[in-house]
């Protein structure tokens, strides 16, 4: 009996050395995921934003050229954080390979982090230009 338990013992040991249990990808997913929760404020101003500066351009017109480029910049920081919502695939990550997951994770991260000096940039210009 002991020798049994003990044998059973050992295999359990090998079998444990050689399958490394599957790298936590938690973590690294919460990290890329609060990035995008952090970008969320600044994004939900984008249309107000973008409607001030009409407004500011109507009321005098040689804000045009600036204006025009502003909401520009805002639109494509709302298209870029539209684009990555939509593509964002985090619930997959069960299906990929450890080594797969990080991968995925870093280039989402590469991703999310340009989204968001994209959005902070631009917005910080719109309220620059309309002083708020």
């Not at 938690?26 to 994004?43: L, N």
Request: charge should be negative; proline fraction near 3%.
């Amino acid at each position: 009996m002991k020798t049994g338990f003990l044998s059973l013992l050992l295999v359990t040991i090998l079998a444990a050395c050689q399958n490394p249990p599957k790298e936590d990808l938690t973590e690294f997913q919460k990290e890329v995921e609060g990035m995008h929760d952090k970008i969320m404020g600044p994004y939900m101003q984008i249309a107000d934003l973008q409607e001030e500066i009409r407004q500011q351009v109507a009321k005098d017109t040689t804000l045009r050229a600036q204006g025009d480029s502003l909401i520009t910049a805002l639109g494509q920081a709302e298209k870029g954080m539209d684009d990555w919502m939509g593509n964002y695939n985090g619930d997959t990550l069960l299906d990929l390979s450890p080594e797969k997951g990080r991968a995925y994770l870093e280039a989402e991260k590469a991703k999310v982090t340009a989204v968001e000096q994209q959005t902070t940039s631009s917005v910080a210009a719109a309220k620059a230009f309309l002083k708020k």
